[in-house]
T-cell receptor, first 115, second 114 residues
Framework: GAGVSQSPSNKVTEKGKDVELRCDPI?????LYWYRQRLGQGLEFLIYFQGNSAPDKSGLPSDRFSAERTGESVSTLTIQRTQQEDSAVYLC?????????????FGSGTQLSVL | KNQVEQSPQSLIILEGKNCTLQ??????????LRWYKQDTGRGPVSLTI?????NTKSNGRYTATLDADTKQSSLHITASQLSDSASYIC?????????????FGGGTRLMVKP
């Protein structure tokens, strides 16, 4: 595709359920990033991938959060036993490399609502 | 702790007017500063990227300035249009690596009224 694609665009779930969020980066982009954006707040870094490996997982808020990437392409962010404070927009971005001046291209995000 | 502060938090202007958004940062070591535009319900879109040696960079009606000494940046929007209504996010990159080295400001919410 022409841009970063995320699915679903909206997800409503019950507290305690697991959810999977998907990100399809721009073809050929080796770097992939996940961010969380709570209502009215700035973006919080969660995790990034360089190829299929995740050098930095320090942003994941708890062990309920995990992410994987396969084939240097699609990535999934999994939240287990969701809590109401997990409600936010989850944004994925990709760039050609992890170089400092690389432009990040963002998807439209997944709006997660935990009831 | 690396921080990026933006002001004002929100701004309302009339169509056709100019406005300036501010960004102050304490990020070290500094690599580059980026401005993004985020429309409601969409992901951020890059407007400009500046290194410490670049004082100004333009993208159409958007002009970003950078003062690396005072660690301040501004985004000036000329002849505003209704489509400029969005959040504008200042992002500072530390060191030469992106990765987790991007610090995001909270954004300025701009509303342009006819």
């Amino acid at each position: 595709g022409a841009g970063v694609s995320q699915s679903p665009s909206n997800k409503v779930t019950e507290k305690g359920k697991d959810v999977e969020l998907r990100c399809d980066p721009i073809s050929g982009h080796t770097a992939l990033y996940w961010y969380r954006q709570r209502l009215g707040q700035g973006l919080e870094f969660l995790i990034y991938f360089q190829g299929n490996s995740a050098p930095d997982k320090s942003g994941l808020p708890s062990d309920r959060f995990s992410a994987e990437r396969t084939g240097e392409s699609v990535s999934t962010l999994t939240i287990q036993r969701t809590q109401q404070e997990d409600s936010a927009v989850y944004l994925c971005a990709s760039s050609r490399t992890t170089g400092g001046r690389e432009k990040l291209f963002f998807g439209s995000g997944t709006q997660l609502s935990v009831l | 702790k690396n921080q990026v502060e933006q002001s004002p938090q929100s701004l309302i202007i009339l169509e056709g007017k100019n406005c300036t958004l501010q960004c102050n940062y304490t990020v070290s070591p500094f690599s580059n500063l980026r401005w993004y535009k985020q429309d409601t319900g969409r992901g951020p879109v890059s407007l400009t990227i500046m290194t410490f040696s670049e004082n100004t960079k333009s993208n159409g009606r958007y002009t970003a300035t950078l003062d690396a000494d005072t660690k301040q940046s501004s985004l000036h929007i000329t002849a505003s249009q209704l489509s400029d209504s969005a959040s504008y996010i200042c992002v500072v990159s530390a060191s030469r690596k992106a990765g987790n080295m991007l610090t995001f400001g909270g954004g300025t919410r701009l509303m342009v009224k006819p």
